[in-house]
Structures are given as C-alpha cells and as structure tokens.
C-alpha cells in the first residue's frame, strides 16, 4: 500500500474479527514503530503484547474504573451535540471489548524522566512526545497490512496499575493501550470532522 493510502485509510476501528494477526505480520509493524525519531536517539521503548484471554482479562481488569470520569464527559457531549456526540456513543460502550477482541494488545511502554509528569517547558515531554511517533508509524504500518488497531487512554492509575500487573519496571510508562486486529465487516461507520489543508495553512502570518 502507498504511504498516501495508508495515511487517509487509517482510522481507528473497535470492532475486530475473530481472527489472529500472524506472528511475524506483528513484527513488521513493530519494526515500523520503531523507525519513528527518538528525542534521546535510544529508542527507550518496550513493547509488551498480550494474545492470551486469560492475560488480556488480567491486564484489563482497571478498565471498568477508567470509564467513569469519560461517562460525565459523554453526558455533556451528549447534552451539547456536537460531531463528537456520535463517536463518543460508539467508542464508550467498547473501551473494554476494543481491547479484549482484538488479536493482540500491544502496550507501548516509554522510558519515563523526571519532568514528564511534571512539565516545565515543552521539552519536558520529548519521551512522551517520541513515543506518539512510534504510535502512529504502528497505526500506519497496521492500516498498509489490511489490519486495524483500537486506542485507549489510561485514566487515573489504571496506567500504573497496568505496568505493574504486566511486570513493567517503575520508570517505563503507558501513555495507551493498543488494539491490532482484522477490521470487522459490520463495524460501525464513525463520522469525521472534515479539513483541507487549505483552511489550516496561513502563510507567511497566522
Ligand atoms: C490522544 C488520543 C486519545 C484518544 N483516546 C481514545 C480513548 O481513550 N478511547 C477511544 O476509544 N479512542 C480514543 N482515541 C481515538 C479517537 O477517538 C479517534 O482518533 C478520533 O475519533 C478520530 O478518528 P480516527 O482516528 O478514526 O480518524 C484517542 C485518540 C487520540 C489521538
């Protein structure tokens, strides 16, 4: 697939076949993730990937407290129906089965510094910021492979908690969860808030 069809095929999709991604299909898009530029040039990353149920359950066990706080932001969005009224009511219900259906989860760890969690410029979140890089080159690589991948955000300690249960050391953190899997044939279509390129340049002065 060309990089162009890959870029605007890409979405996030939270319906999945029941089907696995192969072994070395995984890797390529791994592989893919780890060419994205590094702030540090040491590619601190660390990928753990679940394909067993039982594991899945086990790391996915802090979701369900994760959800609440998004609820209270759905009911407001619901409230003032705006465009995102509609992916919201798709993406709330999957948070977990996104995840758990899914071939594989992929949990992308970055090695963590002092001023991520406490930022005083921009650069203090380079680590964070490297890692987003590796995220989307995975998401692109999964889309040129006819595959899909589901995204969740930590909410609260559900990131720490995740760490620990997947054995991950005290300085490496979780900034998501990914889902990789075939895209189910039924998955429901998730409209997009449209913008050319047009409307967003401003040359020369904003
Ligand atoms: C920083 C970030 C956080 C997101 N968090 C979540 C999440 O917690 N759960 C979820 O289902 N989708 C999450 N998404 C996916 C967005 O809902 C999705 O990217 C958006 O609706 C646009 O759709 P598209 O990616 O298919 O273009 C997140 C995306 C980004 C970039």
């Not at 979405?11 to 898009?29: A, G, S, W, Y």
């Not at 410029?121 to 492979?145: H, K, Q």
């Not at 909410?155 to 054995?167: C, K, Q, Y």
């Amino acid at each position: 697939m060309e990089l162009y069809e890959a870029i605007y095929n890409r979405r996030i999709v939270r319906d999945f076949q029941d089907k696995t991604v192969p072994e070395e299909v995984l890797e390529r898009i791994i592989n893919a993730g780890l060419q994205a530029p590094t702030h540090d040039h040491l590619r601190n990353w660390e990928f753990v990937i679940l394909q067993d149920k039982k594991d899945k359950e086990q790391a996915l066990q802090f979701i369900s407290n994760g959800v609440k706080p998004q609820l209270e932001i759905l009911k407001q969005i619901l409230v003032n129906g705006t465009p995102q009224q509609k992916m919201y009511a798709v993406a709330m219900p999957r948070q977990y089965s996104m995840l758990f259906n899914a071939s594989h989860i992929i949990f992308p760890f970055f090695k963590s510094n002092s001023g991520v969690m406490h930022p005083t410029s921009v650069s203090s979140l380079n680590p964070l910021s490297s890692i987003w890089c590796v995220i989307e080159n995975i998401f692109l690589a999964a889309t040129a492979e006819g595959l899909a991948c589901s995204m969740r955000i930590p909410v609260g300690d559900e990131g720490i908690n995740v760490a620990a249960e997947v054995g991950a050391p005290d300085d490496y953190l979780l900034p998501c969860y990914i889902g990789l899997g075939y895209p189910a044939d039924d998955k429901p279509f998730v409209e997009q808030v449209e913008y050319t390129a047009k409307q967003k340049m401003h040359f020369g002065k904003w």
